[in-house]
């Protein structure tokens, strides 16, 4: 079994910072992409950030000079520092990695559970 824990959510003020942590644990022979989606009230999930095992990242326009994706590969874990907050990022934020199992195993997808990031105006 495979488990995401986050933490590090909560509330700010517009301009501040927040950073949210997610650990992966359980029976993991690898993990290829890590990273964060987040839903508001009434609309879609949406990728915030993600970081491939080889460091690479992608931003969602709305957060690029304002978030920054990092990952510790001997923790299983990534970190998403999130500063310049604004109300518009007020959601549910997931955590999400794609997750071998074994080597025999297919890749597949696992989220966490969701920490609310509000951010008051």
């Known amino acids: 079994q495979v488990q995401l824990v986050e933490s590090g959510g909560g509330l700010v003020q517009a301009g501040g910072s927040l950073r949210l942590s997610c650990a992966a644990s359980?029976?993991?022979?690898?993990?290829?992409?890590m990273g964060w989606y987040r839903q508001a009230p009434g609309k879609q999930r949406e990728l915030v950030a993600v970081?491939?095992?080889?460091?690479?990242?992608t931003y969602a326009d709305s957060v690029k000079g304002r978030f920054t994706l990092s990952r510790d590969n001997a923790k299983n874990t990534v970190y998403l520092q999130m500063n310049i907050l604004k109300p518009d990022d007020t959601a549910v934020y997931y955590c999400?990695?794609?997750?071998?199992?074994?080597?025999?195993?297919?890749?597949?997808?696992?989220w966490g559970q969701g920490t609310q990031v509000t951010v008051s105006s």
């Open positions: 970081i491939t095992s080889g460091g690479s990242t």
């Open positions: 999400y990695a794609i997750i071998r199992t074994a080597v025999w195993a297919s890749m597949l997808n696992y």
């Open positions: 359980g029976t993991i022979f690898s993990i290829d992409t």
